[in-house]
């Protein structure tokens, strides 16, 4: 498969060949026949990449301060290294495509294999695409009409906002490709239609479709132009397709409107409003959302269900219809748009023509067609390097290809020079990418690869908290060394199931979970400093874990199983290591009644009679460290602000360690699993502690459901 991505920290265009993307049970495969570069969001993209960083910054100055406070709390490499690989994670372009279905996923139904479609799909020569996000495309409308569609949607989402009736007067600001699909479809309702733009071929294009033009470059007020118009009445709404960082449009919209008239922000626009432009009229202002209902809705777009249609008469994907129908009318003049057409492998040339002509309109890319079944490959060589060390050797096969394990595990992976052999994601394209950058020698979208192949001897999992368990059972049945990113599991049965597998095994390996902060320098000087205390000690956790939205998908507890199995694990973990005895007592408290697990008390009492207090908490400010730990025995006093700063009180020979930079123990405990597979050591964290620190959270988090 190939696909068109940018590189965001320098703007350049390129494609990647990476297996085809795996079905799943909501979504359609498509092979690709014609997809549309959209002249002005991807025009922005590229040139918000070619920019500088001082550039960039000024255009996001909400990610700026972003960035200072987690300076403040993490330190300056940490966040030069977080903001570098936020900026080289290629961007897909693209979101106007046209195919046919290949493969339909289990539970998809409207749907079947050589279905014309249209999606939102990327420019790739097969995408996967949510059944939410398809359309079939009626037998009379050609392939170029329908590739204008997604388009035309989110024009028409800003129509239906604005509730145009037959004989209003609508402005349209920003001819370019939306613009021009939102003249004609409020043209196709009765409305007269005035147009703004700088661009006179555009604006002349607009006079074709029936609209009354205004060019802005003029340096006159388009108020007075379209008072004229209305004799004096003013517009009936502003429908703002435009893309600048400018308010003007906002507030010319404003002046023209008539009182108790509507303005619709269907592009990008300042937003620097006077109050009384608006408040004198009564205008009402809102910005108008993509596609319509649905977008960015997980329950929608991912998971496939769709709104009754009684309640929600146009969804996305209604939307996408009604466009099509129109196009079958022939109420759309498309052919008009369309100002250049390449091949898909010309595309340097596209993005070229983009970038060089402000007056491009709609970009035709052309796919061959190939017969699918010779283009259906589940996983592609990246290296031919692969050598097989000892047999002992660890040989990594990694599931997963998201942040953590593309910033932090990869990158220890490989300063370890552990033989990298197989990387596994349902996001193709970014596990070819980050495969290729590491030195992996296959990459694949099935994670059987790993399991079934006698060479790769190592599974490192690091997908969605749910499918944890199921994978570590796989691979410890497939009699491989499993390193697994917390939670181990989401359930008891999951656990235990774990457990019962493990136990049962003829042939010893290694299980570990993503624990790494024992394994920090400073957590290593507390634990050495305890030692020689042999009296019970006291722990404070204070976690500022900061706000993530309940739609967030580790709140979900069958996906992610909440913050407290998903994360507070590692402080249980944590403080169980330095306690060193088993945990016999669990108390737990939330904040309130509405604010969920993620502001909690959780005290553990351990069986040496120390006791430990985890405060996970969402509600503090960002500037204050994240993770302080403050431990007190025996007249001592030990505190850690965010893995930075330790200081000693009371004690004769230690008062501070500091560091440069944060070091949570990832590097020292990759190194460490590593050894211990090939020198045949003793496991790094003890099996029992393993099962013991997971049943633990599970209990915390039973306890708090039971409270809530």
């Known amino acids: 498969m190939k696909q068109i991505l940018q590189d965001l920290s320098n703007g350049k265009t390129f494609i990647i060949e990476s297996p085809i993307p795996k079905v799943s049970k909501n979504s359609l495969l498509i092979q690709t026949s014609k997809s549309l570069i959209s002249a002005g969001t991807e ?9 500088s960083y001082l550039q960039k910054a000024k255009k996001q100055p909400e990610k700026v301060r972003m960035v200072l406070d987690k300076i403040k709390t993490d330190g300056l490499k940490t966040t030069f290294d977080a903001v570098k690989a936020k900026l080289d994670q290629p961007l897909p372009l693209g979101y106007c495509n046209v195919g046919v279905v290949v493969e339909v996923g289990e539970q998809v139904e409207g749907f079947k294999v050589g279905d014309r479609v249209v999606s939102n799909g990327p420019h790739a020569d097969f995408v996967k695409v949510s059944k939410n996000l398809c359309a079939k495309i009626p037998e009379n409308v050609d392939s170029e009409q329908a590739v204008f569609t997604v388009l ?31 003249i004609q479809l409020l043209k196709a309702q009765g409305c007269q239609v005035l147009a703004l733009d700088y661009d006179e071929k555009k604006l002349h294009l607009a006079s074709q479709f029936g609209a009354q033009t205004f060019n802005l470059a003029s340096g006159e007020n388009p108020y007075h132009y379209s008072q004229l118009l209305t004799n004096n009445r003013g517009v009936d709404g502003v429908i703002i397709c435009a893309s600048t960082q400018s308010s003007d449009p906002v507030t010319q919209a404003a002046q023209m409107c008539r009182q108790r008239g509507r303005v619709i922000l269907v592009g990008v626009s300042g937003l620097n409003l006077n109050r009384a432009d608006f408040y004198e009229k009564e205008i009402s202002f809102q910005v108008s959302c993509s596609y319509g209902p649905g977008r960015y809705a997980e329950e929608y777009e991912q998971k496939g269900l769709d709104y009754p249609f009684g309640l929600v008469r146009w969804t996305e994907q209604r939307n996408f219809e009604a466009v099509l129908d129109l196009m079958s009318q022939n109420v759309l003049n498309i052919e008009q748009l369309i100002s250049h057409r390449y091949l898909f492998d010309e595309l340097l040339c596209a993005y070229d023509a983009l970038i060089d002509d402000a007056s ?15 283009s259906l490959q589940n996983s592609m060589t990246l290296h031919e390097t692969f050598t097989s060390y000892e047999p002992n050797a660890p040989k990594i096969g ?17 300063i370890q020079k552990t033989n990298l052999h197989t990387i596994v994601s349902s996001n193709v394209v970014a ?25 790769c001897n190592t599974v490192v999992i690091a997908t969605r908290h749910d499918s944890h368990a199921e994978l570590t059972m796989k691979a410890l049945k497939a009699g491989k060394h499993v390193f697994v990113e917390k939670p181990l599991a989401l ?11 493990y136990r049962e095994l003829k042939k010893p390996v290694h299980l570990v979970v993503g624990y790494n902060r024992r394994f920090s320098p400073h957590i290593q000087k507390i634990k050495s400093l305890l030692q020689p205390i042999a009296s019970p000690k006291s722990f404070i956790f204070t976690i500022n874990a900061g706000y993530i939205p309940n739609d967030h998908w580790t709140q979900d507890l069958l996906k992610g199983g909440g913050r407290i199995i998903g994360e507070a694990c590692h402080f249980i973990d944590l403080i169980r290591y330095l306690v060193g005895h088993p945990v016999t007592k669990i108390q737990t408290q939330a904040l309130g009644k509405n604010l969920g697990h993620d502001n909690v008390s959780i005290t553990l009492g351990f069986e040496d009679g120390s006791f430990g207090t985890i405060l996970y908490l969402s509600n503090g400010a960002k500037n204050f460290p994240k993770e302080r730990i403050e431990v007190f025995a025996e007249g001592r006093i030990l505190k850690l602000d965010n893995f930075l700063k330790l200081s ?35 496991s790094i964290i003890p099996i029992g502690e393993i099962f013991e620190v997971a049943r633990v959270t599970l209990d915390v988090a039973a306890l708090l459901k039971v409270k809530s």
């Open 360 to 374: 491009v309109l709609g970009i035709i890319l052309d796919y061959p067609q190939a017969a699918p079944s010779s």
């Open 398 to 414: 990694l599931i997963g290809s998201g942040n953590y394990a593309s910033r932090m595990l990869i990158p220890e992976f490989k």
């Open 152 to 182: 035309a949607s989110i024009g028409l989402q800003g129509i239906r906002l604005a509730q145009p009736t037959l004989g209003e007067t609508f402005v349209v600001t920003g001819v370019g490709l939306i613009g021009l699909l939102v």
């Open 648 to 682: 000693g009180f009371g004690f004769k020979n230690f008062k501070k360690m500091n560091l440069w930079n944060q070091d949570k123990g990832q590097s020292a405990f990759i190194k460490y699993f590593l050894e211990s597979i090939r020198e045949g050591k003793e």
């Open 43 to 51: 025009r922005m993209l590229v040139e918000f990449g070619k920019a």
């Open 491 to 501: 359930t008891f049965n999951e656990l235990n199931d774990i457990e019962k597998t």
């Open 431 to 455: 596990a070819s990418i980050i495969g290729r950058r590491a030195g992996f020698s296959k990459v694949s979208n099935d994670v059987h690869e790993i399991f079934n192949d006698e060479v």
